[in-house]
């Protein structure tokens, strides 16, 4: 089907907008999204145990396209606009996709799905709870207003991997935004109101720095609704993004000019002459004249509210001793926890610490004088013992830490700190909490 001779006119006149900023148009980074688990990513949400995971931070344009060649965006609307656009419905068994769930062509390698380059095994990045709310955040670069939607799909009932026929069998869900009393104000900078209308979307707010600079949005004000009826081992997450820079898709004006509309966002400048939010001197998306659209993909789990009772006759997990926390002298003073090579915190009897920010972990026993050694060992069993000051659990030659290379995450375990021949000990119990 040719495009109409108006929707190219409209696409060669922004050309020069739609080749800029083409690299990251936004990220998905709370949880992580496919492709930007690797640290050396430069959004910072990385892990070093995926020091080799391949990354791709390109944007996805509404036929899947994502490179840096001039006009690629330009292309790919054309294309896309070939399918007859109508408004994202992924739950309507009768939507038209016009790209791959996870933003990959419609027709072409599926390098975010499974077998894919950046599928990386699927890591779980994020686990949750049945049924409560959870943040989600996305890094933008090229702020093309418009609102944020995401589904969750549990791809165990949709044979192990997200898909068009996931979505029509009923086996995912469109998450709503959680209500937020700072946003529902209609006064806070950052966030708008829960549109009554289309309550799954997160409408961009107003940009607060220069395009083409990163910019976090949601942090603490984007929360959604986890479905209460779902619990999964592996469900993805799926992140859509409608851009409205080259037309108003269906309900924004209605919104903005609505009583639920932000009232503090003002005239604040935006792209395509956005004003507080909203472009008003452009037509409405229609068949022929499509927004930028994008998709990407995250990996996470679900628990269930209530675990099930173990069987009558399960094997019964070999008691810890109770914690104390007891030093026969001054000597043995305390036990830190020691990350990417500082302090965290001090140590007490018992302990739960976040340690989702950091990637490197260890402990270290302080002492006020030179002690033989000190020996570690968690929950009975021997780790590690050091002999010279300062007392690193996993120390080296050079008396600095090389940190544990399995550590023990998201369950309580028992760390005892011993100097025997100096007859003092430390022991408590501790619980490493990673989202990651």
Known sequence: MTPAPTLLRLLLALLPLLTAAVHAHAVLTDPPQRGVLNPANKFNRGSERWTNAPMDLKAHFPAGDKNDAPGAAARSQLRASANNWVPFDPLNPNFR????????????????????????????????????????????????????????????KCGGEISEQCFRDRHCYALKRAPNAACDSGFDKQCAPIDPNFPYRWYLPCATKPENSQ???????????????????????????????????????????????????????GQSGARGGVTRVQRNCSPRRNPEEYYQCADVRILSRQSAPPPANARQPRPVSAPTSVVSNGALQYVRLYADGREVVKLAAQNVVDVSAYSKLTFEAVAAQSLSSVHFDIDGTPLWTDWTAPYFMFGNRKRTPAYWKHPIFNRRFVLRVRAPQNGLQLQMSVTLVNKS
């Open 97 to 156: 996709w016009r790209a791959g769930v996870c933003g990959d062509p419609k027709r072409g390698e599926q390098q975010h799905m499974r077998g894919g380059r950046f599928y990386f095994g699927a890591q779980i990045t994020r686990t949750y709870k049945q049924g409560e709310l959870i943040p989600i955040e996305v890094n933008v670069v090229a702020h093309h207003n418009g609102f944020f939607q995401f589904h969750i799909c549990d791809v165990a």
């Open 215 to 269: 910019e976090r949005m949601g942090m603490d004000k984007m929360l959604w609704q986890l479905p209460d009826n779902l619990s999964c081992d592996h469900c993805v997450l799926q992140w859509f993004w409608s851009a409205a820079n080259t037309c108003n898709p269906p309900g924004v004006i209605a919104f903005y000019d609505g009583p639920n509309r932000p009232r503090n966002w003002g005239n604040c400048f």
